[in-house]
Structure formats: C-alpha cells, structure tokens
C-alpha cells in the first residue's frame, strides 16, 4: 500500500530538483574557473557543460513527473 500522498511525492521530487541545482550551480562556477585560466582545458569545459546538459534533463523529467502527479 502507497502511503504517500501526491503532495509527499512532489515534496520528495522537489528536494531532489534542489540538490540537481546545487549541483549544477556547482558545474557552472567550476566553467567559470576553468575558463578564467591562461589556458583554459578544452576536455574539462565540455565535460563540464555535457553534465549540467545532463542535469538539465534530469530536471525536465522531475518537472515532467510532478505534472503526472498533478494531474
């Protein structure tokens, strides 16, 4: 038996888009950082951007599940 309520499950949802934020804010000063050197590594800046693209699609299918709830 499911006890959580739709409200529990968007509340739950919700963290886990807070904890992708930190996350990808944490990815979008490291950008910064590694493009404020000299000689920036090509290698780190487009692993860095694929994974806030990553993040940034975890959050749409977050954002897609709480819709499913809502409705």
Do not use: F, G, W
């Amino acid at each position: 038996m499911n006890t959580l309520t739709n409200e529990d499950k968007i509340s739950v949802i919700n963290q886990h888009k807070r904890n992708i934020e930190y996350s990808k804010y944490n990815l979008q000063v490291s950008l910064i950082e590694e493009n404020a050197v000299s000689v920036p590594n090509t290698e780190a800046i487009s692993s860095l951007n694929e994974q806030i693209a990553d993040l940034d699609s975890k959050l749409s299918a977050l954002d897609a599940e709480i819709n499913s709830i809502s409705q």
